[in-house]
């Protein structure tokens, strides 16, 4: 069955077929011991550079190849079937979150000491946004960044931060002036070990358990003038935009890991035995079959409609608000009647299965939830 021929190239599949085989190279023989040690090795970064992986849409002058979203979008699909979605994710932060708004925001001089660093996987970045008090409420943010001098006080709290615990850079958003609501808000870039910057607790979790997740805290944390990422009082749209490709992200993963549940559910369902034949003979079993791979078709094709429109320059808000919804929720719905297919079999912590249908959980809610994603989409419909 067709992937999505109208999107990618001949170019863009030789591509996809590199990053599988370092997927079942380099990811797939370890997960199941980076899953028990919650955490994947930091070398991993540097062979994922190797391979161009963290600079596919940035210019050569810092590392990258500017090849564009498209080959970002095979990679985050072909790394979201690595049975790891922490491993994925761990990954898919440098090329998004931990990237994106310095290449978008900085200035020449950032992206020379952190964008370069970060593409050659030797600097890990991370993204601080929620708060311990709100998630979704960005403009409702209580961490500060007041001057002092030609410095700034950073004072406040993170939480959820993927890669927070080992990052060697944190990219915050303060209230620089709370009186202005959304408008008073900036984007800090901080340095590991900057005096009142801490890692508070690395947090343990339901899924994604292979990537490290953390909650931070910054007291009087005292950052240059030349921290600041963009102009005072941008944050707010900063955030915005980079919420775009980072959804669209996220509903690719989901496309990629449905992908992998379904074959695995096919697999399975070809070599497990019930009453003298394979299950995969049983109408019941072809059918739930066939509605899966119906769910993850028209998954995907919106997502590649997003994607498409995204690549070509458009701003295309409620499309990628409902990719990310129905991609994310699709991988849910797929994970869940894999776990039934599977059987007792599935809650088997040697099956991949088990993974999935924990790690795609949190799809619906990371990056903006489902609720938040039909707000988005009902106020292009003038509601």
């Known amino acids: 069955m067709s992937s999505g021929f109208q999107t990618y190239s001949e170019e863009h599949e030789a591509f996809r077929e590199t990053v599988r085989k370092f997927v079942h190279r380099e990811l797939k023989p370890h997960i199941t011991r980076w899953e028990e040690a919650e955490e994947f090795p930091r070398e991993l970064y540097g062979k994922a550079a190797e391979l161009g992986l963290f600079g596919l849409k940035y210019e050569e002058k810092y590392g990258g190849s500017n090849a564009g979203f498209f080959f970002e979008a095979v990679a985050t699909e072909e790394l979201s079937k690595c049975g790891s979605g922490g491993v994925a994710a761990g990954l898919g932060a440098q090329m998004t979150i931990g990237t994106g708004p310095i290449h978008l925001f900085g200035t020449d001089a950032q992206k020379q000491r952190y964008l370069a660093r970060a593409i050659k996987g030797e600097w890990i970045g991370a993204f601080a946004v929620t708060e311990p008090s709100g998630g979704s409420d960005v403009a409702g943010l209580r961490t500060t960044a007041r001057r002092d001098g030609d410095h700034w006080l950073i004072n406040g709290s993170k939480t959820y931060i993927t890669s ?70 941008g944050g707010f749209s900063q955030i915005m935009g980079n919420f775009q490709w980072e959804r669209l992200s996220l509903a690719l993963g989901a496309v990629g890991a449905g992908e992998d549940i ?21 109408q019941l079993t072809k059918h739930k079959l066939a509605d899966m791979a119906t769910d993850l078709e028209a998954a995907r094709q919106l997502t590649y409609h997003a994607l498409r429109l995204h690549a070509a320059g458009e701003w295309a808000l409620g499309q990628t608000a409902m990719a990310k919804k129905v991609a994310t929720e699709m991988a849910c719905r797929l994970a869940d009647a894999s776990l039934q297919l599977h059987g007792g079999a599935g809650y088997m912590m040697e099956f991949d299965i088990q993974r999935h249908w924990r790690d795609a959980r949190l799809g619906p809610i990371g990056g903006g939830t489902s609720e938040i994603m039909n707000e988005i989409i009902a106020k292009q419909l003038g509601l």
């Open 262 to 282: 379904l074959q695995t559910a096919i697999e399975y369902a070809k070599n497990r035995e019930a009453f003298g034949q394979a299950i995969s003979k049983f």
């Open 164 to 233: 927070g615990v080992r990052a060697d850079y944190v990219i915050v958003a303060a209230k620089t002036d709370p009186s202005k609501g959304h408008k008073g808000l900036s984007m800090f870039i901080v340095d590991k070990g900057t005096p009142g910057f801490t890692v508070s607790r690395k947090l343990r979790k339901l899924g994604w358990r292979a990537s490290d997740t953390a909650e931070l805290t910054f007291e009087d944390c005292r950052v240059p003038e030349g921290a600041l990422l963009g102009t005072e009082g």
